[in-house]
Structures are given as C-alpha cells and as structure tokens.
C-alpha cells in the first residue's frame, strides 16, 4: 500500500504492534517543529513550539475521530492512566474499578495505585468473551467508579464493543475509559462517536510516530467534573500569569497537561499523522484485514492463537509454533521482523506490508507448524 514512505528494517516488517516503521520525513518534521526553531529563533521559539503542539492534535484528531480542543498530549500511556485515576471526583459507595485480564500491563500497574485511595480492583476474565458487551455486565453495578476497557487488546486482537460499552457505562452514572494504543492508525476509532469519559493511546505502534508522542483524550462535560494531581503551570487557564498563589485548572483537557510539554516527540509524530491521514484510517483498515485474511488461508486449523474473525480482529496475530527459537531463526533468516508472546511468533501488518510479505511469512513459518 504504501512502502517507500517507510525506513523497513530487515525485508518483511511485522513489528507494528510493538514499533511501527519510521517514515522517512520523520527527520524532517522534528527540524521543522523543533530542532531548527531552537537554533534560531531565542525566547520566540515557544510561539513555534506552540504551533507545533497544536498542530500534532490537528493532525492526530481526525484519526481518532476526536477534536482537537479535546485532545492532551502526554509522554506515555501510563501517565495519562495516573492523571485520569487521581482526578475522578468522590463519590460516595463508588469504590470500584472494573479492568480486565487481557489490559495490557501497564493499564493495571497505574490503576493499581488507586488501592492507596481506597478502591478495590475487579478483573473480568479475559479472551474471545470481551467482545461480548453483556460480558462487562459487572462493570455498569451502582458501586463502580470507572471501567476501563481497550478496543484491541494487544496479545489477543479481540475488539471491544468500545461504543456500547461507553453507552452502558453513562447510562450507569460510571465513568468510562478507553484504551487505543493498538488500534489507532489501523482501525477505526470514533471517540465523538463512542464517547467515553476518557481515552489514551500513543502514536508509537500503528500511527508510526515514535516513543514519547502519547494522548489523552476527554469529553470537556468530562473535564469539568475532575480535578487531576499532576499539575504543572501548562494546566493551569493562563500558563503566563505566573502567581504561584494563584492555580485555575484550564478548560478541558488542557488541565492534565501538567508541567512544560514534549515538544520534539509531537514534532517527530506529525510525520507519522500525515501519512496515515492522507491514505485514511478506512482504507488502511481494509488492507490490513484484507492482508490477515490471505495470511489465515495459508496457515492450518489450529496455528492462529489470536482473534481470526473478521469484523472482530485488530491487526496483530499469534501463531502457535513447536519450536520457537527455531521458527524465530528461519524467520530471522528469512528476514521477517516480529516478536514473541509466551513461545507464540507475535505479528502484525500495516500500510506498508503487501502480499509478497505475507507469502514470505508464511514460507518462513509453514516448516515449523
């Protein structure tokens, strides 16, 4: 789909899910939104600094179907998690907080601090079922504060019901949050739509932008509820007027920016934005569930340990190998780029993967199944 956008390290990359590829005006957008301002501009550099802010939410806004006045930029998911958990107003008999089995580490590690303030963690089983929305029936009782959930959950590739989940939950009276780090750049994600309380994700994996380019989204109905701890002077409605006796929290979700912002990660991020943008998350989308289906037909009954069903699959895969680190050598040989979950080959497919990549795959793999 696209190809020479991209650095491809080795010949078949599948690593998206993890990193995904650099494009090559990465370089290009970190001097144009950072680096080269820095050089030459003095204290005017902030008002570049600014632009460059406003304009990696313009550009990540409409992938995620968000706007961009309620988009935060953050330096990871986790911290975005802590800024959300420790903002949640009191509310009395709301004492529970409803993740599940499959969260990604991270997602439990940071919700896991809220034990301190007197909430109690309650895990869903995980796999096939999450798709289910009757499935997170426990999370939408009178005595939950917050469900999280995430749209693809990263070693499984099932989908959540993200929306009906959302509406269950405001129906509720709880408050929602969403986790799309492995679904933003390669399926549709509509936060407007959906509306969650909250959302996190990071342009790491599928939206090509590199480490440190994280987001926090959230509805400003939202925002107005929740006082966040993390606090800097970029969370406070005039950063400038500089009274250290005086702290206002900003209109929507500028209030969890906290302190100083990261400037060269959204720099560098914009480049990743643009390309996706310009193909369009739908189509991106298409070819990418196009390219696992070709790769499911050619492997046997039994080898996928992921979600196969269309409609219900992100864009990662495991197979079941016997021998991994000798399936990993062929691959390695073959230069097929991936990881591993728990002795499975872990891959991925994006805009520049295409056939030819998916039947060297399954060349590299076919002898060890």
Known sequence: MDRDKFHLPGKHYFLSHSVG????????????GFADPWRREGAGVW?????TLALARAGLAPLIGADPNDLCLQS???????????????????????????DFPTVGFALAQARRIGYELVFLPGGARLADPDAWAPAFEDDVQLVATTRVYSNSSVMAPAGEIARRAREAGVFSLLDVAQAA??????????????????????LCG????????????????CAPMDVGWFSHENPFELDIRHFEYAQGAARYTGGTPSIAPAAGALAGFEIIGAHGIDAIYAHNQA??????????????????????????????????????????????????????????VHLYNDENDIDALLAALTPHL
């Open 210 to 225: 590199g480490p440190g380019a994280a987001f926090l989204w959230v509805q400003s109905d939202t925002a107005a509820q």
């Open 47 to 51: 008002d570049t600094w600014f632009e």
């Open 76 to 102: 990871n998911v986790s911290s975005g998690i802590s800024k959300i958990l420790f903002s949640l107003p009191e509310r009395t008999g709301r004492t529970k907080i409803v993740l599940s089995e499959d």
């Open 21 to 32: 590829a650099q494009p090559k005006t990465m370089d290009a957008a970190m001097a144009t």
């Open 291 to 348: 390219l696992l289906s070709r790769l499911f037909d050619g492997l046997p009954d039994g080898a996928v340990q992921s979600m196969m069903t269309e409609g219900a699959r992100g864009s990662g895969v495991l197979v079941k190998v016997r021998d991994y680190d000798a399936a990993a050598a062929d691959l390695a040989e073959a230069g097929v780029i991936h990881d591993t979950r728990q002795g499975l080959a872990r891959l991925s």
């Open 185 to 206: 750049g390669a399926v549709p994600v509509r936060l407007n739509e959906w509306a969650p309380d909250f959302a996190v994700g990071t342009a790491l994996k599928y």
